[in-house]
């Protein structure tokens, strides 16, 4: 059987969430939490679950093992921001 390689946020996100810019943010806190699920609108056209937070422009999101969620905010004004929010339980 072969073993599930173990991805995290930074895993993920753009190489750009890495390189410095974004270190300062609540989702750079979380870059090695682990990645429970991916949502890619472009990918899974069919079965795109939303981002369930405010932000309007994210395309790509992902669900972490500790209950939160980190999206990619691809604002065409402001640029990208990766917002967090706490997911609710089922």
């Not at 059987?1 to 943010?25: C, H, Q, W």
């Not at 989702?27 to 609108?41: P, S």
């Not at 969620?69 to 004004?77: D, H, I, K, R």
Request: glycine share 6%; aromatic share 14%; charged share 30%.
């Amino acid at each position: 059987m072969a073993e599930r390689k173990i991805r995290t946020l930074k895993d993920v996100l753009p190489r750009e969430f890495i390189k410095g810019s974004y270190n300062e943010t609540k989702a750079y806190q979380l870059k090695d939490e682990e990645v429970k699920e991916e949502h890619c609108r472009h990918y899974q056209q069919d079965e795109y679950i939303s981002w369930p937070g405010s932000h309007k422009n994210v395309y790509f999101w992902v669900e972490l093992m500790n209950g939160n969620a980190v999206g990619w905010n691809e604002n065409p004004v402001r640029g990208w921001s990766f917002p967090v929010i706490k997911l609710k339980k089922d």
